[in-house]
Nanobody, 125 residues
Framework: QPQLVESGGGLVQPGGSLRLSCAVSRFSLDYYTIGWFRQVPGKEREGISCISVKSGSTNYADSVKGRFTISSDNAKNTVNLQMNSLKPEDTGVYYC??????????????????WGQGTQVLVSS
């Protein structure tokens, strides 16, 4: 199983930017879809963005289209999530996860089997 470690969370004002990184070890990114998910208390874990690294296919939640960009760095075996124009409703714990190559099509948590520990994002003035 791959190991995933998130970094880059923190406190940011509305309108600001953050860059989350997901470092994957033990396996090459080419084998997987890597997804970013957001968890807030009382709600289901929501798919934010997914990328099938080998094909380059991506998927974004409607709420983040045009503001967030997912990308892979194969040299570093890392997937990044660039988050711009952040809003208070973007607040939550962000997890990265690994799933099969086809998991990018739906980008839902039940299609992903290996998870990182999460990183907190707080958007507040």
């Amino acid at each position: 199983q791959p190991q995933l470690v998130e970094s880059g969370g923190g406190l940011v004002q509305p309108g600001g930017s953050l860059r989350l990184s997901c470092a994957v070890s033990r396996f090459s990114l080419d084998y997987y879809t890597i997804g970013w998910f957001r968890q807030v208390p009382g709600k289901e874990r929501e798919g934010i963005s997914c990328i099938s690294v080998k094909s380059g296919s991506t998927n974004y939640a409607d709420s983040v289209k045009g503001r967030f960009t997912i990308s892979s760095d194969n040299a570093k075996n890392t997937v990044n999530l660039q988050m711009n124009s952040l809003k208070p409703e973007d607040t939550g714990v962000y997890y990265c996860a690994a799933g099969s190559r086809t998991a990018v099509e739906r980008c839902v948590s039940r299609d992903f089997g290996s998870w990182g520990q999460g990183t907190q994002v707080l958007v507040s003035s």
